[in-house]
């Protein structure tokens, strides 16, 4: 069973940047695209960035272009978020989770994914 970890979440003031980290275990992200959404309070998950394999396309959601950036170290078998200028509306719960077909395209969809961690919070204040 593949399990997907993330970690690096915290609390941050506004402005300032955290890196999150996704790595699986009892399987691997070799071959699979992987992508970032997040869940605020009260509304429902969305897309936040996404990579393909091995990494030379990725694809954002429209509210973090320019502040976030995706990239995977394949010999770590690891994907990062590089979270910079935070906002307090980037405040969240954020996961990691794998495409559903090994070389996929990047995809925003959240039903192209098919496994998910458990999530990291992220807590911006303003």
């Known amino acids: 069973q593949v399990k997907l970890v993330e970690s690096g979440g915290g609390l941050v003031q506004a402005g300032g940047s955290l890196r999150l980290s996704c790595v699986a275990s009892g399987g691997t992200l070799i071959a699979y695209g992987t992508g970032w959404f997040r869940q605020a309070p009260g509304k429902e998950r969305e897309f936040v960035a996404t990579i393909d394999w091995p990494g030379a396309n990725t694809q954002y959601a429209d509210s973090v272009k320019g502040r976030f950036t995706i990239s995977r170290d394949n010999a770590k078998n690891t994907v990062y978020l590089q979270m910079n200028r935070l906002r307090p509306e980037d405040t969240a719960v954020y996961y990691c989770?794998?495409?559903?077909?090994?070389?996929?395209?990047?995809?925003?969809?959240?039903?192209?994914?098919?496994?998910w961690g458990q999530g990291t919070q992220v807590t911006v204040s303003s």
């Open positions: 989770a794998r495409r559903n077909r090994v070389y996929g395209t990047t995809s925003s969809l959240a039903h192209d994914y098919d496994y």
